[in-house]
């Protein structure tokens, strides 16, 4: 995954129609008994082969793109999660998400603020991402990292640490 750009004066059937896809299924899971096959149905028409076994997104949830989320093994996501996702996302195996986070790949030019430039962002395996977090485009969280809750993660981090503060810095090995 590397830097896109996407002019928005251009049209483009297939992002709208993604686009349209993957709100309206937020929208049903939102709606939706938690834990029902009709849930776990709408689950896997969201992310199709994009997610991994024993993974579960409890709703509500934002997701501008989902065709753009690759979701590894074991995976648990808590309610309130959004993502701007043009960019690509990628979640490794065994990764914990908290309430209420953000990951943001898309950013406005600028200088034309019709020009979305993306960025991917990767979580890798074994991750713990703590409550109301914000992950910024292009950023990589290393295996086995910790972001406290309520950081703002604007750069890498490293693997093995755990990270806290806006803007986020490892502050201890683990």
Same mark, same amino acid.
């Given at each position: 995954?590397?830097?896109?750009?996407?002019?928005?004066?251009?049209?483009?059937?297939?992002?709208?129609?993604?686009?349209?896809?993957?709100?309206?299924?937020?929208?049903?899971?939102?709606?939706?008994?938690?834990?029902?096959?009709?849930?776990?149905?709408? @689950?896997?028409?969201?992310?199709?082969?994009?997610?991994?076994?024993?993974?579960?997104?409890?709703? +509500?949830?934002?997701?501008?793109?989902?065709?753009? @989320?690759?979701?590894?093994?074991?995976?648990?996501?808590?309610?309130?999660?959004?993502?701007?996702?043009?960019?690509?996302?990628?979640?490794?195996?065994?990764?914990?998400?908290?309430?209420?986070?953000?990951?943001?790949?898309?950013?406005?030019?600028?200088?034309?603020?019709?020009?979305?430039?993306?960025? +991917?962002?990767?979580?890798?395996?074994?991750?713990?991402?703590?409550?109301?977090?914000?992950?910024? +485009?292009?950023?990589?969280?290393?295996?086995?990292?910790?972001?406290?809750?309520?950081?703002?993660?604007?750069?890498?981090? +490293?693997?093995?640490?755990?990270?806290?503060?806006?803007?986020?810095?490892? @502050?201890?090995?683990?």
């Amino acid at each position: 995954m590397s830097e896109i750009k996407i002019d928005l004066n251009i049209p483009d059937e297939e992002r709208e129609a993604e686009i349209r896809r993957s709100r309206q299924l937020c929208f049903k899971l939102g709606n939706t008994m938690p834990m029902t096959e009709e849930y776990s149905a709408l @689950i896997n028409e969201l992310f199709g082969n994009n997610i991994g076994e024993n993974s579960n997104i409890d709703a +509500p949830l934002y997701i501008h793109t989902a065709k753009d @989320i690759k979701i590894g093994k074991n995976v648990t996501v808590l309610n309130g999660f959004k993502c701007m996702s043009m960019g690509g996302i990628s979640i490794g195996d065994n990764v914990s998400i908290s309430f209420n986070c953000t990951i943001v790949t898309n950013n406005h030019d600028l200088k034309d603020k019709n020009i979305l430039i993306c960025k +991917p962002v990767i979580i890798k395996n074994n991750v713990w991402i703590g409550a109301n977090v914000t992950i910024l +485009p292009g950023v990589t969280i290393g295996e086995n990292s910790v972001i406290g809750a309520g950081a703002v993660v604007t750069k890498d981090i +490293p693997c093995n640490c755990v990270a806290v503060g806006s803007p986020a810095k490892p @502050i201890k090995n683990i």
